[in-house]
């Protein structure tokens, strides 16, 4: 079984300023994670996801990312806030074998705002 | 995009009524996920495709939920007897070429009066 914790519904920060939304997640088998994006009144857009290979995984939009299995985290960061990234943002988690592990397991999202 | 579209794109229906609601992704997809997005409960799994085996139905909430995928294509969800508690986008989703990840569809959302 997964289940995924977003810290924070909602984090306001100010244009430049650095992003950092916090995930953790518990799994019973390796996981595979994703972060996904929900702009205003828009669908879900994957971010970036990790798999294997390289802790820090980089995505779009100048956003990155870090598993760490030892804190069963996955934070997502971003160095200069800008205003086209205010949206709502989603961690999820799945196993990597097959069946039922294929579902994503999300957490309930956090809002980010940025002030100019 | 994620190479599916979803109709309707909205609905609105009445208390009691069933509705049905289409996902019809591009050919050569074996697997199709449907989730739904709800303001009381987050984004939630509903259940699983995978080419002719079983469907994993564990995520669907009541009996009034069922999904049929024909022919491997087009997937349909229906909700019979709608309640208030319905009201949500749906989601549709394709795994993408190595399996790994989800890609979303726009989804179709239900407003249950």
């Known amino acids: 079984a997964q289940s995924v914790t977003q810290l924070g519904s909602h984090v306001s920060v100010s244009e430049g300023a650095l992003v950092l939304l916090r995930c953790n997640y518990s799994?019973?088998?390796?996981?595979?994670l994703f972060w996904y994006v929900q702009y205003p009144n828009q669908g879900l857009q994957l971010l970036l996801k990790y798999t294997t290979g390289a802790t820090l995984v980089k995505g779009i939009n100048g956003f990155e990312a870090e598993f760490k299995k030892s804190e069963t985290s996955f934070h997502l960061t971003k160095p200069s806030a800008h205003m086209s990234d205010a949206a709502e943002y989603f961690c999820a988690v799945r196993g990597i074998s097959g069946g039922s592990n294929y579902k994503l397991t999300f957490g309930k999202g956090t809002l980010l705002t940025v002030n100019p | 995009g994620a190479g599916v579209s979803q109709s309707p794109s909205n609905k609105v229906t009445e208390k009691g009524k069933d509705v049905e609601l289409r996902c019809d992704p591009i050919?050569?997809?074996?697997?199709l996920y449907w989730y739904r997005q709800s303001l009381g409960q987050g984004l939630e799994f509903l259940i699983y495709f995978q080419g002719n085996s079983a469907p994993d139905k564990s995520g669907l909430p009541s009996d009034r939920f069922s999904a049929e995928r024909t022919g491997g294509s087009v997937s349909t969800l229906t909700i019979q007897r709608t309640q208030q508690e319905d009201s949500a986008v749906y989601l549709c989703?394709?795994?993408?070429?190595?399996?790994?990840?989800?890609?979303f569809g726009p989804g179709t959302r239900l407003l249950v009066l």
């Open positions: 989703a394709l795994p993408g070429r190595a399996g790994e990840t989800q890609y």
């Open positions: 050919s050569g997809h074996t697997a």
């Open positions: 799994s019973s088998v390796p996981p595979y």
